[in-house]
């Protein structure tokens, strides 16, 4: 989703998106994440995230005008909710305290961090700051969700141990436990039997249809 303009001038853009994110849809499929770094009268620079042909990311450098950039630019600040982040489910949430800057920063995001063993078991100590991960940028502007079929797939393959199925749900497993976690924003209130059902857990029937509505699965309560 493409957020309208939300300043009036070249300058004001400048001052106030410094050191944050926008997108931009540069002609394709998708909306890059680029950063401000600059620039002079109505020409604004940016180092622009893209997916590498070989996997992973490159930065590119990209000019426009400011007229150009209106069109183009996705303002504000985009949602974040439930991503992935190298195999991990985590929802991520802005931080409530005021900020005269605008557009995405990840430090003004707070993350809550589900199968955190998978990532803990791979790097150990050298567990990288999953703020700082560039998957998180991506996917607040691309974000990617699973059926839970498709979902429960991945999970069963070992491909991931946690999967965005939308907005506020995802699904996620734990050692020596079974069937995979059904997460709604940051609590776990169900799991998943099978590949085309979900139970909820005791305490959350009132969230039960509002799963059933959005993720178009058998749903009971137990």
């Known amino acids: 989703m493409q957020l309208p303009c939300d300043v009036e001038t070249a300058e004001d853009f400048r001052r106030y998106y410094a050191s944050a994110y926008v997108g931009l849809r540069l002609g394709t499929s998708h909306i890059n994440p680029a950063k401000p770094t600059g620039g002079t009268d109505g020409k604004i620079s940016f180092k622009v995230l893209e997916k590498s042909p070989t996997g992973g990311y490159i930065w590119t450098d990209k000019v426009l005008q400011w007229k150009d950039l209106i069109e183009v630019c996705s303002f504000g600040i985009p949602k974040l909710g439930m991503c992935q982040i190298g195999g991990e489910?985590?929802?991520g949430s802005m931080r409530g305290e005021r900020n005269s800057n605008r557009g995405f920063t990840t430090e003004?995001?707070?993350?809550?961090?589900?199968?955190?063993?998978?990532l803990r078991h791979k790097y150990g100590a050298g567990l990288p700051v999953i703020s700082f991960n560039q998957d998180i940028i991506w996917q607040a502007y691309?974000?990617?969700?699973?059926s839970v079929a498709g979902a429960w797939g991945r999970l069963q393959s070992g491909e991931s141990v946690g999967?965005?199925?939308?907005e506020n749900f995802g699904l996620y497993t734990k050692p020596d436990y079974k069937y995979p976690f059904l997460a709604y924003k940051k609590w776990t209130i169900g799991f998943a039997p099978n590949a085309y059902a979900l139970v909820v857990g005791r305490g959350y029937f009132d969230y039960m249809e509002y799963v059933d509505r959005t993720l178009h699965?058998?749903?009971?309560?137990?």
Request: hydrophobic letters at 40%.
């Open 108 to 118: 003004r995001v707070f993350f809550t961090e589900f199968a955190h063993w998978y």
């Open 89 to 91: 489910l985590a929802y």
């Open 142 to 146: 691309n974000p990617r969700y699973e």
């Open 163 to 166: 999967v965005p199925l939308h």
């Open 217 to 222: 699965t058998n749903v009971t309560g137990q």
